[in-house]
């Protein structure tokens, strides 16, 4: 099955930095990548996501990119807030049918604190 | 549109019980698969349920059951509650046609603690 890495686990910026979060995938089948920001006792909410037939998506400050050959996608937010200070998910799935139905697999997780 | 609607919010369990969770999708919405998020295992896939029946299965013994309703609702049941099963329990509601046009949208969670 699908294995996803995410790294780092802890991540400390100063407010105005840019940071960067990296997943690496194992199932070359997996072609839907979202990212998930969860706040202390909040419902992880989706805040972008990429399909494996494009390579770069931004949203305002937050980008994420997708290699497909050396699988691997990361989440880049520049000009943090303290208002991002959350706990970051990647996940993947192939998504296409058969024992990929709903199943996201994610990675273990970035606490990112934005300090003012 | 509405969100996902999970209940209860909380729930404290002796071992041995059982509990039943709810999970309403969004609206249109015909995929509902859930989750369990602890501090050490992160977020593990339990089921999905498409059209009532069960599409896909996780990693997790026969006491984590589920089914899903016409109106697509989705309840999710433990039998026999053990210390570990102490988690938040999240729903999520997607089209389910696999294509996820509109992705996965996580409902609030459940946080059952099991004493």
């Known amino acids: 099955g699908e294995n996803v890495e995410q790294h780092p686990s802890t991540l400390s910026v100063q407010e105005g930095d840019s940071a960067v979060i990296k997943c690496t995938y194992s199932?070359?089948?997996?072609?839907?990548f979202p990212w998930y920001k969860q706040e202390l006792g909040k419902r992880p909410q989706l805040i972008i996501d990429?399909?494996?037939?494009?390579g770069e998506k931004k949203d305002q400050r937050i980008a994420v990119t997708l290699n497909k050959t050396a699988k691997h996608f990361s989440l880049h937010i520049t000009e943090t807030q303290p208002e991002d200070s959350a706990v970051y998910f990647c996940?993947?799935?192939?998504?296409?049918?058969?024992?990929?139905?709903?199943?996201?697999?994610f990675g273990q997780g970035t606490i990112l604190t934005v300090h003012p | 549109k509405a969100g996902v609607t999970q209940t209860p919010r909380y729930l404290i369990k002796t071992r041995g019980q059982q509990v039943t969770l709810s999970c309403s999708p969004i609206?249109?919405?015909?995929?509902v698969s859930w989750y369990q998020q602890t501090p050490g295992q992160g977020l593990q896939f339990l089921f999905e349920?498409?059209?009532?029946?069960?599409?896909n299965k996780g990693n997790f013994p026969g006491r984590f059951s589920g089914r899903q309703f016409s109106n697509s609702r989705s309840e999710m049941n433990v039998s026999t509650l053990e210390l570990g099963d102490s988690a938040l329990y999240l729903c999520?509601?997607?089209?389910?046609?696999?294509?996820?046009?509109?992705?996965?949208?996580f409902g609030s969670g459940t946080r059952l603690t099991v004493v």
């Open positions: 999520a509601s997607s089209d389910g046609t696999g294509g996820a046009k509109d992705g996965y949208t």
């Open positions: 199932d070359s089948a997996s072609n839907y």
């Open positions: 990429i399909r494996s037939n494009v």
């Open positions: 996940a993947a799935t192939p998504n296409a049918g058969g024992t990929s139905y709903g199943k996201l697999t």
């Open positions: 609206s249109g919405h015909r995929s």
């Open positions: 349920y498409f059209s009532e029946t069960q599409r």
